[in-house]
Each structure stands twice: as structure tokens, then as C-alpha cells.
């Protein structure tokens, strides 16, 4: 199955899918310069939390790379100011964050061993790939526990994007379904376009469409009536974060649609990795939601669609955990007490870490 | 409170807002002909099924009054085309039929008396504003009887526009807001964009901001989240057709909030005339869904917003009666088992009738 490649470290740069153009246009650039890498990731050329976080792996191996630094003395001179270029982009993006430390850490270790110039470069460009390949393998982990979820046959819903286009891998979400049909589930899928920004409809159709697996296109209001005419056979989306009691905060209209499923006996799987986890808070109460300009309700793809009126535009909201069938991470399947499952999977430690 | 006037009969012709071009611009179109009044219903320069009926009839008065014929027998030759003509604009338009009906029985019986030629003229005319005065007077009288369900104080949801641009006259469930906001309570508007066509974002809001009444645009899938979080107090919405036991046939997304609604104790009222009623059918099972154009979905006022991909769009939905708080028309108040309290009703002979 063909799978979107938002990101790819290639021997030519960085090579980024534009996704602000989709679905019009399929536009690849390809960066050579880890300052066009931050541009990127701050003009939103790449979303999605996993796939920023290799976006910013990728542009510090890159600075480092790409580096005029003559002696190791001169790179680590110039390497914070690398890191704080990409730290500046998207505030809010705690893989971002994680990224920039893990690749700090590792030039620091290398430097600290007084590693050779050329070795040292081709190490932190290993690292950045391995971020990458991890954040592949914890979708396909993803894919396969959420799969077996899923009905042999028929229509399944998912909300936003949590495909391979916000991952960098197959998609928490997508990934379970793609993982589903390639074990030969007869799946089609309905996608609510998801306004304001429309993820739905030009993220997802698009991905799903790519990926040639069967796609009904359908307004945020239309998924109430598809439900009461029975042809939801389950929902899954992803997770922006997870609370310890299992509460998850995702994309605006997750949690009607978790009523609605819940009212029409649809089950409703939300699929996330354990980083989308936060255990430090107690319930979805003390997720702050954010709430974003009104001109992306009142406009849309830059055309003003209503008068000059006040417009709300809470960007996500808070499914409680006794809505949620059961919680798919890359180490299992979370079901209800969540405060007891969820921290048991948070406290396995992986083989492969 | 001002009320926007989707038509008007006046001294040069028959003047129509042009709501396609809303809620970017304001244009009013004056029609002397009645073959242009055809075009506009046809067009949807005016929309809404009690709108359209006044439309029909003032078209049919237009032909008349305007008329080069020089006798009654010339008139009563030219008469049915100018029937045929506007009847052949919106083939499922159930008040479009009635009006012209309503306005061909009066002409069948002055002309049988043998009116002078003038005063028949004057006296269709007379017809068509009586028309258009028994809209505005049944609107008033559903606004009366739907304030009283309101709170004193708070924000009610609606969906779609049942409002003055639908019905010619104060609106159904804009009407039940604007009469209760002039008797006292203090209430503001949530308002869904009611997506594929926007009616929401684009009349609605438009016809409440000039009326002066307070309102907050959200995108159809914020209905849930602004509901858990006890910002809504009420809904109320109009009904397209209303079955013997109180299933609603309304604008897609209606049956969805009516599920969220309960979810969150919200009362849900549906305010429409008795015209709506279809004592005829026994329950909305029997209600067909109108299926409209993919296109309606993909794009967005011209703008494709999706690739090319199936896309559904169903432009009504039915809300089972067990999630309605009461049904509000303009011989008073029904409530459960509407069974009964339908009946009831439609069988009340009026004292202006």
C-alpha cells in the first residue's frame, strides 16, 4: 500500500511534502540548509507532532552536515545556535523539544569522545534517521495491536489527520486501519472534512485516496445520521494527549462524534503513542484547550464564507475515557479502569529501547 | 428589531434580496416581469419553502397586473402560462404549488363573477400580499408561543436559517428568538455554519447580526463541545416536514445536535407552521432524504477543498420525536405523544381562517 512520505532524508537535503498545498498540488521541496528546514516547520509546510519531531531531528543533522565548521572546536560553537534556530519555529510542539534534546545529547556524547569531524557528522545523521525509523516502527506497533480491533468488514470513521502525513510512519489512526486491510479486513472509511482547517477533507481523503483504500467523504454534520442509519461499524482517531484516567484531548468534534458513537453502540477507539500520554495530569479537566483566530471559521482557504460577526474556534476538545472503547498504543491495548492500564503500559520497559 | 426582507411588493415591481450573493453583499433586485421572478426562484436568488410560496404567488399577481392583454378573455387565455411558468422553477417545492393554486382559485372566481378588468387586476395583487401577511402572521404567532419555552437568560443553538431570508416573514426558530429577545430575555446565538451550504454561516449569522441580536459562529463539530461545557441552554430549529408522530425531517446535522442535546439536558424545540405537518405519513422512516450533489462537499463556493474522491451528501436528516422537547406551530405548543397533540392541532379551525 502506498504510504505519504511527508518527510525523507535524502541524499540531496531534506525532502519535504508541501502539505499546505494539498490536495491541489503535490509539491516536494528539498532543503539544504537547516535554516529552510525551521522555515518550513514554522510556515507549516509539515504538521503533526511525530513528523515535527523528525523535521527538527533532521534540520540540526543537517546544520551539522552542512556545517563550514573547519574543527570540531569551530561546530560546537556554532551547533546551539543551530538548535535555537529550530526551537523557534512551533512553541508549543513538545516533540519538537524532545528532538533538539535527544540530538543535543547525542553530539554532546560524540564531542565528549572527542570523535572524529566526518564520524561525528555521519553519527548525528544516523540519529536523526533512527528517530525517524522509531517513529515508524511505533506506528506499525500502533497498527498491529489496534487492528485486530477492527471488523472484518465494513465502514470504519476516523476524524482529522492522524495519518502518515502528522506521523512520518503509517499513522496512529490510518496506521491501524492500513495495517487492518493488509491483513485482509474489508475496510472503507469515513472521513469528516473537519473544519475549520479541513484535515479531513484535504489531509486524510488525500492520504487514503494515495493509499488506495476506499473513502467516503462527508461534512462534520452528516456523521449522526450515517451513524443512525448503521453503516458505522467503529471510530478511530488519534490523540493529542492522553490523561492518566484515560480522558483524551484531539482535533475539535472528536468528542461529539465519541457521544454520538456511544448513542448509536459504535465502538470508539482512540489510538496514540505512550509519548501522547501525560500521566502527570489526573483527568481531561486540566488539559487547556486553545483557542485559536476566528477568521479560520469565518474564512475558508481564504475566501470570507460569513459576515463580519464573533466566531469561536476552540482548536480541540476533551473526549472523556467513558466514552473510549479501549486506548491502542505501541505497546498494547489500554481498556477501561484506564488510571490502572494506562500506567501499566507507560511502565513497560520495550525491548527495543 | 430589524427584520431583513427577503421580498416585498411594492409600487415598481416585485423586490427580492438576492441571497446567494450574501453575506458578502447586499443587492436587491426589482422584477417587473414575471418571467424574471421565475428565474430568481429557480436561480435561488430567494429560498425556504414559506418564502418561496409568497415568490410564487407575487409572480403570479406580476403576470396579471402587468399583463398586455386588453380583455378578460385575453387575460383568461394568457393566464395558465403564466402559471406553468413560475410553477416549473422548483419541482419539489410543496408552498410553490399551494401558492399558485391559491392564487389560480381566486382568479377562476372573479373572473367567473366577471370582474372589471382593473379590479381583478388589484384584487390578485391583494391576494398575494394576504399571503405574504398570513406568513409573517403565522411566524408571529409561533414566536409568541416558542418565547414563553425560553430562558430568561442565556444562549440558544439553532441550525441552518429558519429565519426572516426563509419565510418572508419574522422567521420559525429565529422568530422564537427575535420574540422572545423583544419580550425581555436576554439571549444570544450559537450558530453552526451547517455545512455543505453554509446556510449558517451565511444567512443566519448575516440576518441576526442586522437585527442586532448577539451571536457566536462555530464550525458543526464545536455543537458538543460548547454543550459539556454548559454554554448552550436551549435549541430550537425549524422542521422541512413533521410526521404524525413528531420525526422531524430538517437540515442535515439537525438530528445530530438533538442526540447532543440530550446528552446534555438541553431542551430541543422545533418550531414550524402547520403547514409542515404530514399527518399523512406515520413516522420519518417515511420520509425520503434528498440526496444532493458530491460537488456541494468537495468544493466550497467554488473553491475545491478536497481531491477528487466519493463524497456523500444527504441534505436533510430526521430527528426521531423521543428527542424532541416540544414542537412548537402557530396554534400553540405540542408535546408528547405528539401522536396526539399533532392531530390536535392541525384539526384546530382558525378564527382567522
Redesign the interface.
Known amino acids: 500500500m502506498n504510504v505519504a512520505q511527508p518527510i525523507e532524508w535524502t541524499g540531496k537535503g531534506v525532502v519535504m511534502l508541501d502539505q499546505r498545498r494539498l490536495?491541489?498540488e503535490v509539491i516536494h521541496h528539498t532543503y539544504t540548509d537547516y535554516r529552510e528546514v525551521a522555515a518550513a516547520i514554522k510556515d507549516m509546510v509539515i504538521r503533526g507532532a511525530p513528523a515535527i519531531g523528525v523535521a527538527a531531528a533532521m534540520g540540526v543533522a543537517l546544520g551539522v552536515e552542512r556545517s563550514s565548521a573547519r574543527t570540531l572546536d569551530e561546530l560546537r560553537a556554532e551547533f546551539p545556535g543551530i538548535c535555537r534556530t529550530i526551537a523557534q519555529t512551533r512553541p508549543t510542539a513538545v516533540d519538537l523539544f524532545w528532538a533538539i534534546e535527544r540530538m543535543t545529547r547525542r553530539f554532546e556524547q560524540l564531542s565528549a569522545a572527542n570523535t572524529p569531524f566526518d564520524a561525528l557528522r555521519r553519527a548525528l545523521v544516523e540519529e536523526a534517521r533512527a528517530i525517524h525509523a522509531e517513529k515508524r516502527a511505533t506506528d506499525e506497533a500502533i497498527g498491529r495491536f489496534g487492528a485486530k480491533l477492527m471488523p472484518a468488514t465494513g465502514q470504519v470513521m476516523t476524524q482529522c489527520n492522524a495519518g502518515a502525513l502528522a506521523t512520518a510512519g503509517i499513522g496512529t489512526a490510518l496506521g491501524v486501519i492500513r495495517v487492518a486491510i493488509e491483513e485482509g479486513h474489508k475496510l472503507s472509511v469515513f472521513v469528516?472534512?473537519?473544519?475549520?482547517y479541513?484535515q479531513g477533507?484535504?489531509l486524510t481523503?488525500?492520504e487514503?485516496?494515495e493509499g488506495g483504500v476506499?473513502?467516503?467523504?462527508?461534512?462534520?454534520?452528516?456523521?449522526?445520521?450515517?451513524m443512525?442509519q448503521g453503516k458505522v461499524d467503529a471510530v478511530v482517531v488519534g490523540a493529542d494527549r492522553i490523561a492518566a484516567n484515560g480522558d483524551t484531548a484531539n482535533k475539535?468534534?472528536t468528542?461529539?462524534i465519541a457521544?454520538?458513537a456511544r448513542?448509536h453502540s459504535v465502538p470508539f477507539y482512540v489510538a496514540g503513542p505512550v509519548s501522547t500520554f501525560d500521566l502527570t495530569i489526573s483527568s481531561g479537566e486540566q488539559i487547556p484547550i486553545e483557542e485559536r483566530s476566528?477568521e479560520e471559521?469565518?474564512h475558508?482557504?481564504g475566501?470570507?464564507?460569513?459576515?463580519d460577526?464573533?466566531?469561536?474556534?476552540?482548536a480541540f476538545?476533551v473526549t472523556p475515557a467513558r466514552l473510549i472503547s479501549a486506548i491502542i498504543c505501541e505497546r498494547g491495548v489500554a481498556r477501561a479502569p484506564y488510571t490502572e492500564s494506562l500506567r501499566r503500559l507507560a511502565s513497560i520497559v520495550m525491548a527495543i529501547s
Open positions: 490536495p491541489g469528516p472534512e473537519t473544519r475549520p479541513l477533507a484535504r481523503a488525500w487514503l485516496h476506499p473513502l467516503t467523504l462527508i461534512t462534520d454534520n452528516m456523521v449522526g445520521h450515517f443512525k475539535i468534534g468528542y461529539q457521544v454520538l448513542e476566528a471559521v469565518t475558508i482557504r475566501v470570507r464564507i460569513a459576515p460577526v464573533p466566531a469561536a474556534h476552540p476538545d
